[in-house]
Structures are given as C-alpha cells and as structure tokens.
T-cell receptor
Framework: EAQVTQNPRYLITVTGKKLTVTCSQN?????MSWYRQDPGLGLRQIYY???????DKGDVPEGYKVSRKEKRNFPLILESPSPNQTSLYFC?????????????FGNGTRLTVT | AQSVSQHNHHVILSEAASLELGCNYS??????LFWYVQYPGQHLQLLLK????DPLVKGIKGFEAEFIKSKFSFNLRKPSVQWSDTAEYFC????????????WGAGTKLIIKP
C-alpha cells in the first residue's frame, strides 16, 4: 500500500532533550516536506526536500533540522526542543515531476514539549 | 507577501444544508489551486484541484469548487452536506513560479449537526 509513515504518533518530552521524528514513503517520491499544524494558523512548512541531499528552509525552520540521505526517508530533528514547538507535525511527499500529483500526508505526530 | 485567506474559521450547519467555504489568495500570476480535507484524527487528503481549463472542478464526495480569476477566489461548495462531512478544510495555492511549494490557508472547521 502506498503510504507515508511517520513515527511516533505521540511524543511527550522535556525541554532540551533531542528528538527525531521519522518519515518514510514507499512511492519513490522525489519531493518531501515537513509541516507543523497549529490552531488558527493552518499548515506552516518547516523544511522541504526536492531530492536526495537537497533540502531547503520553509517558512518556520528555526529550531529544526532535516536530512535526506535516502530518497524514502526524511527525518525531522529537534536538537533542543522548546515548549513553543509543541504542535502537530505532518510529513508529506509527492512526485516532483508532476504538478497534477497531490501531496500524500502521513498520519501526523503530536509532540508535547514540557 | 503571498497569502491565502479562508474567511471562516468555524462553520456549523445542519444536515442537508448547502455549503460554501471561501478562499481568496494574493498572487497576480498563474496558480494551481487545491482543497484538502482533514477528518477528525486523520491526515490531510486531497479533495479537489484546479490546474487549467474549466474553472468549475468537481472533487470527491460531491464537492466542487469554482476558480474565479478576477476575484482571486477558489470557493468550495457542496449542495447538501452530511454529518460525515464534519472535518477541517484547507485551501492551498501553488504559485506557478514557486517550485511545487504550497501556501496554505488557516483552515475552516466544519461541524455538521445531525
């Protein structure tokens, strides 16, 4: 089944403790992206990647890192999480070569930083 | 700066009522337009999209949207809503020169009373 898999679904951590949220897709998509969703703000893009070893900042990259060593994986790293990073995070992917193809989203990761 | 505005953050309707959710964007060039839906506890999924051609596009589950270029609008409509349409709806715009990037509206939470 074609899907974007994020782990974990829920994560509670403390300020300053490094964490990684994994994202993997099995559709051979070139484009991958991370978003955070906050009430009243919709989706805001954190980072995106057009292909392996190519990453770019989105609208709200501060406090986050990403890497794209393989096509299928695009982990999101919070080196020193802070309470303002408490949010719902979504990973998404799409075929880069086609405007007509939609974004495929993962099921989300609800992160709480205390 | 480019932006997408969804007029209502919350909409409450009774079953069988007609629905129209507004979406306006600020960008003067060519755009690709999307509506995504997020059912409670689920990830976002594509409802419909417009790239070119007939400005009235039909999506899944009886939804449709009309692109009015002169008004920079892409409103979502459904003639008769059902309880199962309870969800959050997001409008997203892809400016043609933006390399697959999407600008998201803040979302509209739709609650259908049975």
């Amino acid at each position: 089944e074609a899907q974007v898999t994020q782990n974990p679904r829920y994560l509670i951590t403390v300020t300053g403790k490094k964490l990684t949220v994994t994202c993997s897709q099995n559709m051979n998509h070139e484009y991958m992206s991370w978003y955070r969703q906050d009430p009243g703000l919709g989706l805001r893009q954190i980072y995106y990647s057009m292909n392996v070893e190519v990453t770019d900042k989105g609208d709200v990259p501060e406090g986050y890192k990403v890497s794209r060593k393989e096509k299928r994986n695009f982990p999101l790293i919070l080196e020193s999480p802070s309470p303002n990073q408490t949010s719902l995070y979504f990973c998404a992917s799409k075929l880069r070569s086609s405007y007509n193809s939609p974004l495929h989203f993962g099921n989300g990761t609800r992160l709480t930083v205390t | 700066a480019q932006s997408v505005s969804q007029h209502n953050h919350h909409v409450i309707l009774s079953e069988a009522a007609s629905l129209e959710l507004g979406c306006n964007y600020s960008y003067g060039g060519t755009v690709n337009l999307f509506w995504y839906v997020q059912y409670p506890g689920q990830h976002l999924q594509l409802l419909l999209k417009y790239f070119s051609g007939d400005p009235l596009v039909k999506g899944i589950k009886g939804f449709e949207a009309e692109f009015i270029k002169s008004k920079f609008s892409f409103n979502l409509r459904k003639p008769s809503v059902q309880w199962s349409d309870t969800a959050e709806y997001f409008c997203a715009v892809n400016p043609s020169d933006s390399n697959y990037q999407l600008i998201w509206g803040a979302g509209t939470k739709l609650i259908i009373k049975p």
